[in-house]
């Protein structure tokens, strides 16, 4: 129903910035919660953010409040995460999901089991 694409990362220097993308294969992208995660080599996959699809409130993982803003446009169909300060243990495969329906009635969730759509990932390496 959806393909996701994100682009956008890079090799940055500790306490730089990065934008990533995501980009919904979709003129229906306010169905959707969008979330991103994040995944180091062998580990599992974890949440970073999410912005629900009902009223946009954005969530965020403990490890990344006030450092990270997650925000969309509809319009164009694409959600995007703005990293600031980051530090060498943010490196890692960045993931884009996306879900319109979760368990409990809820509009959003930083779990991964819920989500049926992914993108193929985009690397954020930060060097020290």
């Known amino acids: 129903q959806v393909q996701l694409r994100e682009s956008g990362g890079a090799l940055v220097q500790a306490g730089g910035s990065l934008r990533v993308s995501c980009e919904l294969s979709t003129v229906y992208a306010d169905d959707y919660a969008v979330a991103w995660f994040l995944q180091a080599p062998g580990n599992e996959r974890e949440g970073v953010s999410c912005?629900?699809?009902?009223?946009?409130?954005?969530y965020y993982s403990d490890s990344v409040k006030g450092r990270f803003t997650i925000s969309r446009d509809n319009a164009k169909s694409s959600v995007y995460l703005q990293m600031n300060s980051l530090q060498p243990e943010d490196t890692a495969m960045y993931y884009c999901?996306?879900?319109?329906?979760?368990?409990?009635?809820?509009?959003?969730?930083?779990?991964?089991?819920?989500?049926?759509?992914w993108g193929q990932g985009t690397q954020v390496t930060v060097s020290p």
């Open positions: 912005i629900g699809w009902n009223d946009g409130t954005a």
């Open positions: 999901a996306a879900e319109t329906r979760f368990p409990d009635s809820k509009w959003w969730s930083l779990d991964a089991k819920p989500y049926h759509y």
